[in-house]
């Protein structure tokens, strides 16, 4: 199969393929995702072909509004209206009791389902011509760092789906937050860029599930499915090494190998690419901006795929704000390999 690129003005194409039961990748603000029509069954079992995605692992369903929420989900509890109003259109997903309309294979079979309403106007536009939720996970080969531009998602997914929808790179660069709603008190399972001081202050107490900062033991099941899978990983092992920034610098420049790869910093570049026979150093942004480092996390850690690097060293934020999502993914990234300075 050839995959069509689609600009913004063939967006009519991208829902009528949609709506044909094909797959279409789809710009948000978050990270691409991988579409289909969120209630056809066939469709949507596609996607878990394309990707090479764990049947066990669920899909979060896309709507234009939160007037759609009551097609998706039953029950709504009023947090969920409050969240809708406060931060959607954007970065949030949802934990609801599910509508019988959605198909098991969406949810894995539980009887919860993730909606999010994003934030990019193009994708609500293509959902709303579309006339169904998408089904839609990160458009990247499963266990593949998520895409962040429609480039990334043509190296993942060209040949395999039906066309791409151009949306420029992503504002955000991580994937929503997840906050589960089914139980009390709300849960965080995965954080992004609505963050967990925000949640707490519309919600009051917020837990946050353990699979968010650390490694599941055997026999562990979080309540994000997905997040008991290795995740964005490069081909070469990550090494996180967290800690105060001139720190954490230091013990990469001390420990890493010249032909390591190297995520840091930018106030940091030029230790690194002044080493002889320095390895490919990728910048994250400045220390203090990790709204920055969210954007550039995912597309510094396909960098590396391109190059024959033998192990990658990062630099990683602290955990406030939306460093607490670029944190887990660098952890993720590394296995939870993480040394403290
Ligand atoms: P992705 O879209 O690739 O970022 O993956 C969707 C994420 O949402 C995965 O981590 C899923 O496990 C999680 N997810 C989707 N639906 C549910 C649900 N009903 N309950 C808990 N987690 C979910
Ligand atoms: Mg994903």
Known sequence: MKTQLLTEKEMERAAAILRAGGLVGIPTETVYGLGANGFDAEAVSRIFLAKGRP????????????????????????????????????????????????????????????????????????????GVPVAAPSGNLS????????????????????????GGPCAVGVESTIVDLTCTPPRLLRPGGITLERLRELLGQVEVDPAVVRLMDEGEHPRAPGMKYRHYAPRAPVTVVAGQPERSAAYIAGHARAEDGVICFAEFLPLFTER???????DLGPAGDTAEQARRIFDALRAFDHTAVPAIWAQCPDACGIGLAVSNRLSKAAGFHIIQV
């Open 55 to 130: 049947q066990d692992n669920p899909l979060i369903l896309h709507i234009p509004s939160a007037t759609w929420l009551e097609r998706c989900c039953r029950d709504i509890p009023e947090s969920a209206w409050t969240l809708a109003g406060a931060c959607w259109p954007g970065p949030l997903t949802m934990i609801l009791p599910r509508a019988p309309q959605v198909p098991d294979v969406v949810t894995a079979g539980l009887d919860t389902v993730g909606v999010r309403c994003p934030g990019h106007a193009l994708c609500r536009a293509v959902i709303e011509a579309a």
């Open 143 to 166: 266990g593949r760092p998520s895409p962040t531009t429609a480039g990334h998602m043509r190296e993942d997914m060209e040949g395999r789906i039906d066309a791409i929808v151009d």
């Open 276 to 282: 002889m026979g320095a390895g490919p150093v990728m």
